[in-house]
């Protein structure tokens, strides 16, 4: 299965598609100023490019629609002018409308799988990092929001920090989801190639994306607003809430309840330094943990 996805047409669109992403995440100041040169209509205009994955994985396929390529080149334009609306609207960064309507639309789109139907099988891992690519230039290169903390090139306090993290979560997290039944400890042992993987895919995947929306975007913004405590426990518990629908055809209170604890040491470890890649550290150990050992 894993050799038919690997054709021309998709590793070239994942190659674009994780270009914005990693030049973000590694060359943050170019990745801010460069856009800035730009025509304002050209900054606004440009994210219509994020389009072009979709046509030639969703062409290759054969499942091509133009409402969906339609979607994929406005959507990302109105994200970009509405971003670039609130940075004139709300000078002292404290949140506004324009930025909480963002960020709903781009969690509840990833979170209920919106638009995971315009992709084929198995690839709609493409629309989470566009999306996510949409959120980043927009935030991050028009918005200016300052204190996101999104650079991955990890230093030692942000190491020790996340592990910190993970070392405090990990005996409330064996006792609540072991006594709720939610934790099940296995025997097995897999190779260090396995759990090497494991951290690796989720720790660019799933932690770094989290992470930036939940605290870089979200408790980044609801801080100014709300203060620090506020702001980790409200964070926390929609970061717990967008966990109802995993691994359960019904409303998974478990899992809620247990990604909300979590999402109280993935905070700390965010707020520690405003770095993204600490609380990503929490976050991919914490989840490799679980998918390696307890599930």
């Known amino acids: 299965m894993i050799a038919s996805l690997i054709t021309a ?44 994955p979709y046509v030639l994985v969703a062409g290759a396929a054969g499942v091509f629609r133009w409402g969906w390529f339609a979607l994929y ?17 709300d000078l002292e ?19 209920l799988r919106w638009f ?12 989470k990092v566009l999306l996510l690519d949409a959120g980043i ?23 020790a920090i996340g592990l910190r993290e993970v070392l405090a979560y990990t005996p409330l997290a064996l006792a609540l989801g072991l006594t709720l039944g939610f934790l099940h400890l ?3 042992w897999p190779g260090a190639a396995a759990i090497a993987g494991a951290w690796l895919f989720t720790f660019f995947f799933i932690a770094v994306p989290e992470e930036l929306f939940f605290r870089g975007w979200l408790q980044n913004l609801l801080e100014r607003r709300m203060g ?32 909300a604890v979590a999402g109280i040491f993935y905070g700390r470890a965010w707020r520690a330094r ?21 599930r």
């Open 116 to 127: 995971e139907p315009a992709w084929p099988a198995h690839l709609a891992i493409f629309n």
């Open 73 to 89: 080149a406005l959507l990302p334009v109105a994200i970009a002018i509405l971003l670039w609306q609130s940075a004139r609207a």
């Open 228 to 259: 620090r405590y506020p702001a980790l426990f409200l964070t926390a518990a929609l970061f717990g809430l967008a966990h109802f629908n995993k691994r359960a055809a019904h409303f998974n209170w478990r899992y809620v309840l247990l990604a």
């Open 137 to 159: 230039y927009g935030f991050i290169a028009l918005r200016g929001l300052d204190a996101v903390g999104l650079d991955l090139r990890l230093r030692l306090h942000d190491l």
């Open 274 to 294: 405003r770095r993204v890649g600490a609380s990503a550290v929490t976050h991919a150990t914490v989840d490799s943990i679980w998918s390696l050992w307890l």
């Open 93 to 111: 960064h404290r949140g506004n409308w324009r930025d909480f309507l963002v960020l709903a639309v781009l969690g509840l789109a990833v979170d």
């Open 9 to 52: 047409p998709n590793v070239i669109a994942a190659l674009l598609t994780l270009a914005p992403f990693l030049a973000a995440a590694f060359f943050p100041q170019t990745a801010i100023n460069q856009p800035r040169k730009l025509p304002i209509r050209a900054q606004l205009a440009c994210p219509a490019v994020l389009c072009v």
């Open 186 to 188: 296995h025997r097995s």
